[in-house]
Every structure is written in structure tokens, then in C-alpha cells.
Antibody, heavy 123, light 107 residues
Framework: QVQLVQSGAEVKKPGASVKVSCKASGYTFRRYGINWVRQAPGQGLEWMGWINPYNGYSSYAQQIQGRLTMTTDTSTSTAYMELSSLRSDDTAVYFC????????????????WGPGTLVTVSS | ENVLTQSPGTLSLSPGERATLSCRASQTISSSSLAWYQQKPGQAPRLLIYGASSRATGIPDRFSGSGSGTDFTLTIGSLEPEDFAVYYCQQYGRSPTFGQGTRLEIK
């Protein structure tokens, strides 16, 4: 069965960076893109970016571009999201999610989700 | 950016009633790349509908999606107690965005 397991909660100071991992199992990792979506407390969903593990191509939401880096390690079927220059409004639950369709060149709908990783930014 | 506006913000209905949720886009969504998700407190979203009208695996047939262009609808035929949650639409493709959500609450 498809599973996405994310790293644990983080507390960071403003200006620091955070790196969240998402380890996939139950499918061929390279065939499906990975999306990153965040949700601030009590707020809606915000799409952050997407990476294609097959070729490493990635796309980012314009409002977060420049602070966000997404990578994958195909040897361990793990995707990573690193956000730098953290601010208090980056406090959120960060979800990874698998594309519903394989081998595409743009983000798809998300059929499997990780449980989320809470990142708290506080001085 | 393709802004998605969902209405109503909150919908109060009773079990057994029919729910109609709307999602309007500021720009045409090509290839009907529109999805609907359900989210319950403390949980990750759950994919209900993709391609505007195709049900995801395991989704009951009381959930249906329709629409094209800029106007889309999620209909829940007869509400079950477990359907009360927050629903989001999402357009995907080059620059995905989510709507702000509709809260479906028990009347």
C-alpha cells in the first residue's frame, strides 16, 4: 500500500531554515511527482511546489520562490522540502502528497498524502 | 495566478439533505484540471474528485463533480454524518492553487 511518512515536528527561530522529509513506499517512487502543501493554523491549504523525481524538474509557487528548495533521493525514495529565512507566518503544518497520475510534466491532483509536519517559527 | 473562490463559506445542512458546493475560477481551467478534497480536523486532505467529474478510488457515488471552464460544482447526494467537514477545490497543472474552502456543518 502507498505510504508517505514525514519527519517530526520542528521549532525554529526567525531567519533559520527547516528541512522536512517525506519517505515514500508501496510504489515506484520515480514515476510520480511529489507536491508540497502547507496549512497555517485555522487556515486553508496553500500549494507550495512540486518535484518530478524522474528528472528532478521542479516548480514553485511564485510567492515562496527563492526561499524554497525541493529535492529527492531516489535511492531512499525520499523527498525533501527546505524553507529558508523563516518568518512567523511560515508556522504551519507541511504536507507532502503524491501526484495521482504517473510520469507527467506538471503537478497533478494528490491522491496520497503524508500525515503532515508541524513547523513552528518562534523567537 | 488563477484565484479560486468557493461558495458558500459555510453550509449548514442536516443528514440526508443534498449539498451543493461551488468553485469559481478567475481564469479558465484547461483540460478540466479541477479537483475536490475533503478535510477533517487534524487530518490530511482526502481526494474526492479529479478531472472535474471523476471520482477517486473508494469514493462513494453520493459524491459527484461537474462543470467546466470557470464554474465547477461538488454535489453530495444525501449527506451522511461522516460528510461534515471542510471541502477544498484545487486547480492543478502549471501553477496549482486551492480555493479558500467551504465548511459543511450539521444544522
Amino acid at each position: 500500500q502507498v505510504q508517505l511518512v514525514q519527519s517530526g515536528a520542528e521549532v525554529k527561530k526567525p531567519g533559520a531554515s527547516v528541512k522536512v522529509s517525506c519517505k515514500a513506499s508501496g510504489y515506484t517512487f520515480r514515476r510520480y511527482g511529489i507536491n508540497w502543501v502547507r496549512q497555517a493554523p485555522g487556515q486553508g491549504l496553500e500549494w507550495m511546489g512540486w518535484i518530478n523525481p524522474y528528472n528532478g524538474y521542479s516548480s514553485y509557487a511564485q510567492q515562496i520562490q527563492g526561499r524554497l528548495t525541493m529535492t529527492t533521493d531516489t535511492s531512499t525514495s525520499t523527498a525533501y522540502m527546505e524553507l529558508s529565512s523563516l518568518r512567523s507566518d511560515d508556522t504551519a503544518v507541511y504536507f507532502c502528497g503524491r501526484d495521482a497520475n504517473a510520469l507527467t510534466d506538471v503537478p497533478q491532483s494528490v491522491d496520497y498524502w503524508g500525515p503532515g509536519t508541524l513547523v513552528t517559527v518562534s523567537s | 495566478e488563477n484565484v479560486l473562490t468557493q461558495s458558500p463559506g459555510t453550509l449548514s445542512l442536516s443528514p440526508g439533505e443534498r449539498a451543493t458546493l461551488s468553485c469559481r475560477a478567475s481564469q479558465t481551467i484547461s483540460s478540466s484540471s479541477l479537483a475536490w478534497y475533503q478535510q477533517k480536523p487534524g487530518q490530511a486532505p482526502r481526494l474526492l474528485i479529479y478531472g472535474a467529474s471523476s471520482r477517486a478510488t473508494g469514493i462513494p457515488d453520493r459524491f459527484s463533480g461537474s462543470g467546466s471552464g470557470t464554474d465547477f460544482t461538488l454535489t453530495i447526494g444525501s449527506l451522511e454524518p461522516e460528510d461534515f467537514a471542510v471541502y477544498y477545490c484545487q486547480q492543478y497543472g502549471r501553477s496549482p492553487t486551492f480555493g479558500q474552502g467551504t465548511r459543511l456543518e450539521i444544522k
